[in-house]
């Protein structure tokens, strides 16, 4: 027949368990059904029952607390990697923080309970860990794992060191309120013990913010700079960034080509196919351009209708063609392509200023804009632009 002090011992582990594969639940992607997670888990903690159950024994022999069943409990490792959807760094950060946050409360249960009785040591250290479960689960799962979650979440776009650091800290957490408690339990408890680990707790807690705090803020200095150099309508890198790219080839002295493009009859788009049109038949350009380039070249929008091309190298005549082509234009095209024209300029080393360069490029794009008009007479254009509109319609310019 089980005791009254065994069934104590019992709930007293499987109240921390349980907080702690709930906990790391919220933060983590399960593989399969909540149901199949549940059964996994319940056969594996059957499977090493033997083992908790020595674990136990060995934690309350002497009352003491020790933390022994805590650290065991990082076996769960293994069921946790295989049921959920995390690499393998994230599962070990999870269980460090999780982890040490119970053996925190342990640590607090165990000097509260230290103050009474041995007779009721146990009933009081189950008493006072249910309590502090039920003090701190709200701002625990409200306020604490959400601001780790973000940091999980977004701490792999930052460098391997970044994740390897969080991981480190975490896990000297666990080391030192483990450490704290072994040492407190060995002597009688006083107030003084209690408010170390209390100031502990807080500490860590302040540690996690500040994580949070310099993550967040990372991200959004990245968004205010992806916004400050990059066009929200295209996506293209703009006029900031094209100066600082450009200031960069100039200073390192490399060879690069410059392509300034203007698209041919843009407002007459906008006139007759509307605006929301115009600004799809930008995007569908930008589109075109980048899958031609991919990872050789970078767009800009320079303003309106006008892109430049930074090409380190000698872009080829045929590329070029390619541009004036558009060959993929039909796929999904807001309305017909009304051809670009370009003004390319080779530039060796020693350079001129940008400005300088971007102007001849500019007056390059704008000759052969007076060419192709001179080829292409007015009458031509509008049909090529409106064939159903009337004989006596005029092409704006």
Not at 195 to 207: A, M, N, R, T, Y
Request: glycine share 4%.
């Amino acid at each position: 027949m089980v005791s009254i002090s065994s069934f104590l011992e019992l709930i007293f582990l499987i109240e921390i368990l349980l907080f702690n594969l709930m906990a790391f639940n919220r933060c983590c992607h399960r593989k399969y059904s909540p149901l199949f997670v549940v059964l996994g888990i319940m056969i594996f903690t059957i499977l090493f029952l033997p083992l908790s159950l020595t674990i136990r024994n060995r934690f309350f022999s002497d009352a003491d607390g020790d933390g022994a069943f805590i650290a065991a409990g990082f076996i769960y490792i293994i069921p946790l990697y295989l049921l959920y959807r995390e690499k393998i760094s994230t599962v070990f950060i999870v269980m460090c923080m999780i982890w040490s946050y119970t053996c925190s409360v342990m640590a607090l249960s165990i000097q509260i309970a230290n103050f009474s009785p041995a007779k009721d040591f146990l009933s009081i250290a189950v008493l006072m860990e249910t309590l502090i479960f039920a003090a701190t689960i709200f701002p625990f799962y409200h306020f604490i794992l959400p601001k780790f979650n973000f940091i999980l979440k977004n701490i792999y776009r930052f460098s391997p060191q970044s994740v390897k650091y969080l991981g480190i800290h975490s896990f000297l957490y666990f080391l030192v309120i483990t450490t704290i408690n072994n040492v407190f339990n060995a002597s009688e408890s006083s107030f003084g013990k209690i408010g170390i680990i209390l100031l502990l707790i807080c500490f860590v807690i302040i540690s996690y913010i500040t994580i949070y705090q310099m993550v967040y803020g990372k991200i959004h200095l990245s968004k205010m700079e992806h916004e400050i150099k990059y066009d929200p309508l295209t996506g293209a890198a703009n006029r900031v960034r094209l100066y600082d790219d450009l200031n960069d080839l100039i200073c390192q002295q490399t060879s690069f080509s410059l392509l300034f493009m203007d698209l041919d009859h843009f407002k007459q788009i906008n006139d007759q196919f509307g605006h929301i049109t115009g600004d799809q038949y930008l995007q569908h350009f930008v589109r075109i351009c980048s899958e031609m380039f991919a990872e050789k070249a970078t767009l800009y929008r320079f303003g309106g209708d006008e892109f430049v091309l930074l090409y380190p190298g000698r872009i080829a005549p045929e590329e070029i063609q390619l541009i004036r082509q558009c060959p993929q234009w039909e796929n999904n095209a807001p309305c017909p392509f009304h051809n670009v024209s370009i003004g390319c300029l080779h530039c060796r080393p020693p350079h001129k200023s940008a400005e300088e360069i971007l102007r001849k490029a500019d007056r390059k794009m704008y000759q052969q804009k007076l060419a192709q008009r001179k080829e292409m007479p007015a009458k031509t254009v509008q049909e090529q632009l409106s064939p159903d509109l009337p004989p006596d319609h005029k092409i704006k310019e």
